[in-house]
């Protein structure tokens, strides 16, 4: 399995003239290995179209994007290392609007999930406390 990529090879891949099973290759690559999206966006932001144009491919592809239910781990800190990374590269340096869309979503739904859980807990505290008031 190559995964080795040359810089003219991401920047082939950025401008999408790679056979498309090469690009398949870097995008399986890119999911995996930090170092080379680090690589990638470097590329990038040297370019004058800037973060967007990786954005346009990503968005045009949805090649990479992750699943939701990962994306709802990873809001819940629960995913490995390696698959945080690619979310947080995959949201933040190609800004997938897709994937943030998502995750502001599910970011949404947590927090009123929690709201609730916080809510039942403080009732049971209280209802704890007037109880042990109420004794004394
Ligand atoms: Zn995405």
Redesign the pocket.
């Known amino acids: 399995m190559q995964t080795e990529f040359t810089t003219s090879d991401l920047e082939a891949y950025l401008d999408e003239s790679l056979p498309v099973e090469q690009m398949a290759a870097i995008e399986e690559a890119l999911r995996q290995d930090s170092s080379l999206q680090k690589q990638v966006a470097a590329i990038n932001g040297r370019r004058d179209a800037g973060v967007h144009a990786l954005g346009e491919i ?1 968005r045009r592809h ?1 090649l ?2 992750p699943p939701r239910e990962q994306l709802g781990s990873f809001l819940l800190g629960v995913l490995p290392k390696g698959a945080a990374d690619y979310i947080k590269f ?1 949201t933040e340096t190609i800004q ?1 609007r ?2 943030a869309a998502s995750l502001s979503d599910l970011r949404g739904q947590q927090s009123a999930a929690e709201a609730d859980v916080t809510e039942r807990r403080r009732q049971k505290y209280f209802q704890t406390s007037a109880g042990y008031l109420g004794k004394s």
């Open positions: 990503w949805r990479s994007c995959h997938c897709y994937c």
